[in-house]
């Protein structure tokens, strides 16, 4: 009860949707719907819309449809959640390589992007079936092609915040923590020279 009447915590972080990017297994679904959960924003998954918008899973998307056509689809989805109000976002691992989507992610909302050992993304990924991109393939493989030819655009990202093996309440709170520090880093920024409580704010965030 009590609880539920308590104002919502980190009201600062409120504002402005944010968006989760990076490579499959990392979790940015499961981040995403706890850090939602303890900023009290709604939360969506940008492929549970895609699948939604075309009546089917992922992997059949990819089957009967085509790459391109989840690739539409999900560029189209985005661009929608995008101008709805603040929440957070995952995105598949896949989004924000689109220039389009990045322009935009990047225009309108905050980007996180989550960062891991491919090791461990491997063998996340390793243990679920319904990835189409894995299919028949060494996920290892596939990782390390992917963070090729991924990594320069993920690192356009307003943020990067590395998770590792640890329970996801952990990753979500080395976010809160990245979208503090970037919060007080503008306002250290934006103050007039010599203030001394932006100084204060902007030594804060040195690790
Ligand atoms: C993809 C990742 C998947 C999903 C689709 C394509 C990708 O999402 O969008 O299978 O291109 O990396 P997750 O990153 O949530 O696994």
Do not use: C
Not at 22 to 36: D, E, N, P, T
Not at 57 to 68: C, L, R, T
């Amino acid at each position: 009860m009590t609880a539920d009447l308590a104002p919502p915590r980190y009201p600062e972080l409120r504002d402005q949707t944010i968006v989760l990017v990076g490579l499959m297994g990392v979790g940015k679904s499961s981040v995403g719907r706890r850090l939602a959960q303890t900023l009290d924003l709604p939360f969506r998954d940008a492929d549970n819309e895609v699948e939604r918008a075309a009546g089917r899973g992922i992997p059949e998307i990819f089957a009967e449809m085509g790459e391109a056509a989840f690739r539409d689809g999900e560029r189209r989805v985005i661009a929608r959640l995008l101008e709805d109000p603040p929440h957070v976002l995952a995105t598949g691992g896949g989004a924000f390589v689109n220039a389009e989507t990045r322009a935009l992610i990047k225009d309108k909302a905050i980007a996180v992007w989550l960062k891991a050992d491919l090791e461990l993304l491997a063998r996340r990924v390793g243990r679920k079936d319904g990835r189409p991109l894995l299919k028949n393939r060494d996920p290892m493989d596939v990782l390390r092609e992917q963070a090729t030819t991924r990594y320069p655009a993920y690192g356009e990202a307003h943020l990067t915040v590395e998770t590792g093996d640890t329970p996801h309440m952990v990753a979500v709170e080395a976010v809160i923590a990245a979208l503090q520090g970037r919060l007080a880093a503008a306002s250290a920024s934006d103050a007039p020279a010599g203030d001394v409580s932006a100084a204060s704010a902007s030594e804060r965030v040195q690790p």
